[in-house]
């Protein structure tokens, strides 16, 4: 290398590192090489964590993996593909991505994948098919387990006394559903205004302010007052108590425990006491999926009104994937899989498992696989004792290489640097160690 180049070289490095689109890099064998600091926050790994990125990276397979590893096979670039996922944190993500084979004098060295963070920007413009036409209210909500229908009945005294309400709940869980409910029921002239709180934008609450000044009768949804920084918490309450006595009903929503965000200063203590008159608690989807099929069904029914489908069930092996699968993104991830799964019926009456997105059936079919993270060893995570560990991390890591190389023992060996034998001998003995786990 050219000595000028070399001397840019830490130079590159910093800006790759932090750039504020997500970078990973494969090299030929499909082993990741570079990841950096967004694409880990993207992908929501704790700061904690990364003591341990040596090792990540040795395991680093994810959603990317298939894109990155069809543009090393095909040498052609993948460009603006938008992906809407629930990274390990249950965090809601959209990203564009742009995978590019990367060549060094015209000879192909690796891929590497560029992702736009556009999750903020899709909060604005996604319009799912729940929200047609009409008001929210409580009817529109899919309530058929215990714990919905307790949800309902305390937002339903909440909206008759008109107290301050806060809802908690993981993404997708319904909370705006309920905060649009609980409007619906309090008022019937009032408007709703709703104060998305994912920025840094320190004219938020002004802008808010102006806008209220012209309503007489309104609510105020503060959409997961956690994500707003805490001088800005400040704000808002000091604006929240000013207005409360003047026709302003006021109704916030965070993502995690209100305790725990405020052991972590993530939450003022005094905001989450104005709200806290009323608190609500969402279940994740995944302890209640008594919810899933009923809201299936209503969903179906809506499609039939709104595009005139003749859709009307599911197949019992489609039904049997959704029962199983845990709904990290919660039912908003559902209706997300419904749009991309309906959007291919013609004139079919039953969503057939065939019907559903690939990444979904591959979720589904691998919901025991151990992931990157699952090898990453850190405070609060009970240690495994070290055969246990390096057996784990041996299957892992032998059968991302089998998939690597479709299947095949010979080429799958030489990217490992053993025999064939040798290969075979230890996925015979994984299989049997799986038989009789
Ligand atoms: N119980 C439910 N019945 C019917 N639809 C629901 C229900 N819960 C959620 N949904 C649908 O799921 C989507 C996500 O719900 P919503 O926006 O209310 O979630 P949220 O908890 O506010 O999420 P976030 O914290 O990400 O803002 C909505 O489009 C809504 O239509």
Redesign the pocket.
């Known amino acids: 290398m050219k000595t000028v180049e070399k001397d840019l070289l830490p130079f590159y490095h910093f800006a790759a590192e932090h750039a504020a689109v997500g970078i990973h890099a494969i090299d030929l064998k499909g082993k990741t090489i570079f990841y950096n600091q967004k694409m880990r926050e993207i992908e929501g790994f704790d700061y904690e964590e990364l003591a341990d990125r040596s090792l990540l990276e040795l395991f680093r397979f994810d959603q990317h993996e298939s894109t990155l590893l069809q543009v090393l096979q095909s040498g052609k670039a993948v460009l603006n593909v938008k992906q809407t996922y629930w990274n390990r944190k249950g965090q ?1 993500i959209t990203t564009i991505n742009d995978t590019h084979p990367v060549f060094d004098e015209k000879v192909l060295v690796g891929a590497i994948e560029l992702s736009r963070d556009v999750t903020k920007l899709e909060k604005v413009v996604y319009q ?1 098919l ?2 047609y036409e009409e008001p929210i209210t409580f009817s ?4 058929i387990s215990e714990s ?1 229908r307790k949800v309902i009945q305390t937002a339903e005294k909440a909206a008759t006394l008109k107290l301050p309400v806060l ?1 908690v ?10 905060a649009e409910s609980i409007h619906s029921a309090s008022s019937s002239s009032g408007q709703l205004f709703t104060l998305y709180c994912h920025g840094t934008d320190s004219q938020l609450i002004d802008r808010l302010q102006e806008d209220l000044a012209d309503t007489p009768h309104r609510t105020v949804y503060c ?2 007052i956690d994500l707003l920084p805490l001088p800005l918490q400040s704000h808002l309450l000091q604006m929240a108590k000013e207005l409360s006595n003047q026709n302003t009903y006021f109704i916030a ?1 965070v ?1 995690e425990d209100p305790v725990e965000l405020i052991a972590s200063q993530k939450l003022s203590k005094e905001l989450y006491y104005f709200f806290s008159a009323m608190t609500i608690q ?1 279940e994740p989807l995944r302890n209640r999926k008594e ?1 899933v099929m009923p ?1 299936v069904y ?1 969903y179906l029914s809506r499609h039939r009104m709104k595009f005139g489908s003749v859709v009307r069930s599911l197949t019992k092996e489609a039904e049997e994937m959704f029962l199983k699968y845990d709904w990290p993104g ?3 991830e559902l ?1 997300l899989l419904l749009d991309e799964a309906t959007s291919l019926l013609t004139t079919e009456e039953s969503l057939t498992a065939e019907l559903l997105p690939q990444h979904f059936k591959w979720k589904t079919m691998n919901k025991h696989a151990l992931n990157p993270e699952d090898f990453i060893v850190h405070s609060g995570k009970e240690m495994l004792p070290l055969d246990d560990y390096l057996q784990e991390a041996e299957s892992y890591y032998l059968k991302k290489a089998m998939d690597l190389h479709g299947g095949n023992v010979t080429k799958a060996a030489a990217a490992l640097g053993m025999s064939r034998q040798n290969l075979q001998y230890r996925l015979r003995k994984i299989k049997k160690n799986e038989a009789q786990t």
Do not use: C, V
């Open positions: 809601e799912p729940k929200k529109s909500i899919t309530a919905m809802l709940g993981e993404s997708g869980t319904g909370k705006e559903l309920i959409e997961r929503s993502g969402l919810d809201f209503d919660n039912l908003k209706e």
